[in-house]
């Protein structure tokens, strides 16, 4: 809880230089609804055996640093582009001392080895984040995905490209979204 904490406290902190979240999202209780309990509902839907993990487009750790912070027992690579706010994705892992790493290019240049779990909000529409996504999974790896009210429409349009086992939760912080744990996932053929 407190690495929680002083992670809540350096996003109001940088918030004020960069765009780490929405100004209107800026103040403490709203990290903590909107942002830091968005992404801990997460945490029941991490594949068991899981030790290794991406999360893409982290911005300001959202899910990623989040839960690094909860998982220690899980390596985190946190992929963002921005350097700004690559810089404080590093800043923060320094300070909470977490083993987590920031790779602070593109996805489609991302070179790792395969991951036993995938993360991402608010970053792509479900096609596209499942081309990012699939070249990053070990075998048997899982990706899960934080959506918004779109969510469905995005899954039967991937369904197009791919073929995936899906399951969907409701999220517990906003009634109109859905949080997607993937497994199975390969191109249509």
Not at 41 to 69: H, N, Y
Not at 151 to 164: K, P, R
Request: a positive charge.
């Amino acid at each position: 809880m407190v690495r929680l904490e002083a992670y809540s406290a350096l996003i109001l902190r940088w918030t004020a230089r960069i765009n780490l979240v929405s100004r209107k999202d800026a103040g403490a209780a709203d990290i903590w609804n909107r942002h830091i309990l968005d992404s801990l509902q997460l945490l029941p839907l991490i594949p068991q055996g899981a030790f290794r993990a991406a999360d893409l487009g982290s911005g300001g750790g959202l899910p990623g640093l989040v839960l690094a912070i909860a998982r220690p027992d899980i390596s985190f690579t946190l992929i963002e582009s921005d350097r700004r706010k690559a810089a404080f994705l590093q800043t923060a892992i320094a300070e909470l001392k977490l083993a987590a790493t920031v790779l602070p290019v593109r996805i489609e240049q991302v070179r790792l080895d395969p991951v036993e779990l995938v993360t991402a909000r608010a970053l792509a529409p479900l096609p596209e984040l499942l081309g990012y996504a699939a070249p990053l999974l070990a075998p048997g790896g899982k990706c899960v995905l934080l959506k918004g009210r779109s969510a469905m429409a995005e899954l039967t349009a991937a369904c197009e490209n791919w073929h995936m086992n899906a399951e969907h939760v409701p999220s517990l912080t906003d009634p109109g979204a859905m949080i997607f744990r993937i497994s199975e996932l390969r191109r249509a053929t």
